[in-house]
């Protein structure tokens, strides 16, 4: 595969390991043993029976009918909002705490934005009997409580970042941290494909379940693997990481990554990577990144906080940068008024994130027999307050 990491933990000119000393232990352990652990029969079964009975995999592939009529197309929604804790994020989850477990890391720490990261991995933790620190914005606690609760009753440690933005970025300098401070005790798992090598992959890998059960969910609905386009939302680009991740080499699937326009790409106020981003290093790996001249991370916007991030991760920068991936983007509005006309059309509210892949779709002009595959990656209640806030329904 041309698209996946290489062996120096490069995917093109993006990626690599850039962190400081301390931590240069901990990430060359994992860089030599996780492909080993991953690939070994008795962790397959483990992770294959946890996503099955814990998870609830496979999660349905529903063939949206009301959507198609009104967008001209055959429209599918991979159904990750129906997970165990509402989003994609526990598949990484479960695969990193079994990692971790035949590493003999006995405390877990985590970063979220959104809070679903946070809530899947307190959910293993509990699961596994591990003890667990997630930092998260001050910010983002506020407009995610719900999530911040669920933490809690979990039995996590919600510790806030009060630096910067108060936000998602601020949240992994503060576990980053954390990690320097502890580092033989303790595993990090990250939630996206960022990070220093071997995250970015460690973290697709896991997430590829998603592209692997939609082949074989279309084969079975439409005699054919291959949708002719796959839709995701992207901030740190996990849930985008595992929708495309078997369509790579496929060059006739077209694969679109939608960021957060915030309240517009040049309105100061936004979170549209591709748009703005210029090549920096950033939690540890080189990647696409909001700046300003003299390298500072500029302050990202977006309404809803898992894509509320300054880069884009070295898969999807690179992804980009060869035209692989089609990067497009949706604003705070247009992804709310998306958002309430799944849950008008479909009986499906979609998390504020998942909204804006689909609030992509009127950016496209789509033949009637077109398969269109949206990744829903999450549900919406965490984010009612904000729904009710915008309150145009």
């Given at each position: 595969?041309?698209?996946?990491?290489?062996?120096?933990?490069?995917?093109g000119q993006?990626?690599?390991?850039?962190?400081?000393?301390?931590?240069?232990?901990?990430?060359?352990?994992?860089?030599?043993?996780?492909?080993?652990?991953?690939?070994?029969?008795?962790?397959?079964?483990?992770?294959?029976d946890?996503?099955?009975?814990?998870?609830?995999?496979?999660?349905?592939?529903?063939?949206?009918?009301?959507?198609?009529?009104?967008?001209g197309?055959?429209?599918?929604?991979?159904?990750?909002?129906?997970?165990?804790?509402?989003?994609?994020?526990?598949?990484?989850?479960?695969?990193?705490?079994?990692?971790?477990?035949r590493?003999?890391?006995?405390?877990?720490?985590a970063?979220?934005?959104?809070?679903?990261?946070?809530?899947?991995?307190?959910?293993?933790?509990?699961?596994?009997?591990?003890?667990?620190?997630?930092?998260?914005?001050?910010?983002?606690?506020?407009?995610?409580?719900?999530?911040v609760?669920r933490?809690r009753?979990?039995?996590?440690?919600?510790?806030?970042a009060?630096?910067?933005?108060?936000t998602?970025?601020?949240?992994?300098?503060?576990?980053?941290?954390?990690?320097?401070?502890?580092?033989?005790?303790?595993?990090?798992?990250?939630?996206?494909?960022?990070?220093?090598?071997?995250?970015?992959?460690?973290?697709?890998?896991?997430?590829?379940?998603?592209?692997?059960?939609?082949k074989?969910?279309?084969?079975?609905?439409?005699g054919?693997?291959?949708?002719?386009?796959?839709?995701?939302?992207?901030?740190?680009?996990?849930?985008?990481?595992?929708a495309?991740?078997?369509?790579?080499d496929?060059?006739?699937?077209?694969l679109?990554g939608?960021?957060?326009?915030?309240?517009?790409?040049?309105?100061?106020?936004?979170?549209?990577?591709t748009a703005l981003?210029?090549?920096?290093?950033l939690h540890g790996?080189?990647?696409?990144?909001?700046?300003?001249?003299?390298?500072?991370?500029?302050?990202?916007?977006?309404?809803?906080?898992?894509?509320?991030?300054?880069?884009?991760?070295?898969?999807?920068?690179?992804?980009?940068?060869?035209?692989?991936?089609?990067?497009?983007?949706?604003?705070?509005?247009?992804?709310?008024?998306?958002?309430i006309e799944?849950?008008?059309?479909?009986g499906?509210?979609?998390?504020?994130?998942?909204?804006?892949?689909?609030?992509?779709?009127?950016?496209?002009?789509?033949?009637?027999?077109?398969?269109?595959?949206?990744?829903?990656?999450?549900?919406?209640?965490?984010?009612?307050?904000?729904?009710i806030?915008?309150?145009?329904?």
């Amino acid at each position: 595969m041309k698209y996946t990491v290489d062996q120096r933990g490069y995917y093109g000119q993006f990626g690599g390991a850039y962190i400081p000393e301390m931590l240069y232990p901990n990430v060359e352990e994992l860089r030599n043993k996780y492909l080993q652990i991953i690939q070994s029969d008795d962790f397959k079964k483990e992770f294959q029976d946890l996503l099955k009975n814990y998870v609830g995999r496979p999660t349905p592939l529903y063939h949206a009918a009301r959507m198609s009529e009104k967008y001209g197309a055959k429209i599918y929604l991979k159904r990750e909002d129906l997970c165990h804790t509402g989003a994609h994020k526990v598949n990484n989850t479960i695969g990193q705490i079994l990692l971790a477990k035949r590493l003999g890391k006995e405390k877990i720490i985590a970063e979220t934005g959104a809070g679903q990261h946070g809530v899947a991995t307190a959910t293993v933790c509990a699961l596994m009997g591990m003890e667990c620190v997630v930092y998260m914005g001050k910010v983002d606690m506020e407009r995610q409580r719900p999530n911040v609760e669920r933490m809690r009753i979990l039995g996590a440690k919600v510790v806030p970042a009060l630096s910067g933005s108060m936000t998602l970025k601020d949240a992994t300098n503060e576990a980053l941290r954390h990690w320097i401070n502890n580092p033989t005790d303790t595993h990090y798992i990250i939630g996206s494909v960022v990070g220093p090598h071997p995250y970015p992959d460690m973290v697709a890998r896991f997430q590829s379940v998603i592209s692997e059960e939609m082949k074989k969910q279309l084969q079975e609905e439409i005699g054919n693997p291959f949708p002719d386009y796959v839709f995701a939302c992207v901030g740190g680009g996990s849930n985008a990481a595992g929708a495309f991740y078997h369509f790579l080499d496929d060059e006739h699937v077209n694969l679109v990554g939608v960021e957060a326009a915030g309240k517009g790409v040049d309105s100061g106020e936004s979170a549209a990577t591709t748009a703005l981003g210029k090549v920096g290093v950033l939690h540890g790996s080189k990647m696409l990144l909001m700046q300003t001249e003299d390298g500072q991370v500029v302050e990202p916007h977006s309404i809803s906080a898992g894509l509320d991030y300054p880069g884009i991760g070295p898969m999807h920068a690179h992804l980009f940068e060869t035209g692989r991936v089609k990067f497009v983007s949706a604003t705070d509005d247009e992804a709310m008024k998306a958002g309430i006309e799944l849950g008008k059309l479909e009986g499906i509210i979609p998390a504020i994130e998942s909204a804006h892949a689909l609030a992509a779709l009127n950016q496209f002009e789509f033949d009637k027999d077109d398969v269109v595959v949206v990744n829903l990656s999450g549900r919406g209640d965490k984010d009612l307050e904000t729904y009710i806030r915008w309150g145009k329904y």
